[in-house]
């Protein structure tokens, strides 16, 4: 038996006209590698989507720990912080997609969902779907096969659909779930830290900054984070420092004075310590050498 759907001939696409995604890289995180994490940090005009697809851990997304698990996706808008809390004993496998030039209707610029939706969505029956794509996405790319940035592109389309179900679906199943409201001293001191962490602050400083003391001032922020507020200054400069290494070519040295510290040798030490490896290693593993199409490779070799 023959069984044909019809598309509805109302059916319009929410990305037309200004609101044209880009896709801009994607990764695939195996579980081994996770114990070198993606440390504290933040993206100012694109969205991250990552698909948990296997292992747990507790991750610090904006101010608060989330317990994250196989099926879980992660919606980090732009100007959210988050820090990958992992380790050899909770190693995460997952693929994340990173998005540019979003303009959804109603929403902040580059958002995909509303500020207020949260942050963490299990897929449930849209997990395979998923992986799927993401898998297909990451595969396509790396591989350099031929067309394959307009291939991943349309299917980026179908993931952030996807996306957006799995979002509406959790929002109408939790409507009278009670939100707790975020200490607002403790948002004053994360809003500071990150406005400031490039500066050479203090637990000091920031008490007089803030007009509190300083021994409050940090009770007040680790209840709510989990981390004294030293610790996530730390942390807050590691993560930064890993964009700057993995998106751009600038020597280890800027680097390391641009996100707040005065001598590569105590940044190399910082790093390495929160990382599990140098900043350069870092860099030198982290990004994937786009193979050559096997037509090329045929073609160099009858050449030589």
Same mark, same amino acid.
Request: aromatic fraction near 10%.
């Given at each position: ?6 598309v ?8 037309t006209g200004?609101?044209?995604? #880009?896709? @801009?890289y !994607? ?9 070198h994490?993606r =440390?504290?940090?933040?993206?100012e005009?694109?969205?991250e989507l990552i ?8 991750y ?20 959210v912080?988050?820090?990958e809390?992992?380790?050899s ?15 959804m209707?109603?929403?902040k610029?580059?958002a995909?969902?509303?500020q207020d ?9 849209h ?7 993401f898998e ?6 790396s591989s350099g096969?031929?067309n394959?940035?307009?291939f991943?592109h349309?299917l980026m389309?179908a993931?952030?659909? #996807?996306? @957006?179900? !799995?979002v509406?679906?959790?929002a109408?199943?939790?409507e009278?779930t009670? =939100? ?8 004053r001191?994360?809003e ?7 500066e050479?602050?203090?637990l ?6 803030l ?7 940090s ?7 989990g981390?004294s507020?030293m ?14 290494l993995?998106?751009?070519?600038l020597?280890v040295?800027t680097i ?7 001598t590569q040798?105590y940044?190399n030490?910082?790093?390495s310590?929160?990382v599990g ?8 593993n982290?990004l994937v050498?786009?193979r050559?199409?096997e037509?090329?490779r045929r073609?160099?070799? #009858?050449?030589?």
């Open positions: 038996m023959n069984v044909q759907c019809f509805k001939k109302d059916f319009q696409s929410v990305f200004k609101n044209n995604p #880009k896709l @801009l !994607v990764s695939d995180i195996r579980p081994d590698t996770s114990a994490p =440390v504290m940090h933040a993206h005009d694109f969205v698909l948990i697809c296997s292992g747990s851990s507790e610090l997304i904006h101010d608060k720990k989330y317990k994250v698990q196989q099926g879980d996706l992660l919606i980090y808008n732009p100007g912080v988050h820090d809390i992992s380790g004993d909770n190693l995460v496998g997952s693929y994340c997609i990173a998005v540019g030039n979003l303009h209707p109603e929403l610029e580059y995909l969902i509303p939706a949260g942050f963490v969505f299990p897929t449930g029956e997990f395979e779907p998923l992986k799927t794509l297909m996405m990451f595969r396509s790319l096969e031929i394959a940035e307009a991943c349309s389309h993931v952030l659909v #996807k996306a @957006l179900t !799995v509406g679906v959790k109408s199943n939790n009278e009670e =939100v707790e409201e975020p200490s607002i001293l403790g948002q001191i994360k500071y830290i990150d406005k400031n962490y490039t050479p602050i203090t000091q400083s920031m008490g007089e900054a007009n509190i003391s300083p021994y409050y001032l009770h007040v922020f680790k209840e709510m984070s981390y507020p610790q996530y200054l730390l942390r807050r400069r590691i993560g930064e420092a890993q964009t700057l993995i998106s751009t070519d020597p040295t390391a004075g641009m996100v707040g510290y005065d040798s940044f030490l910082q790093f310590k929160n490896m140098p900043p350069k290693k870092y860099r030198q982290y050498e786009t050559q199409p037509k090329k073609k160099k070799k #009858k050449e030589s």
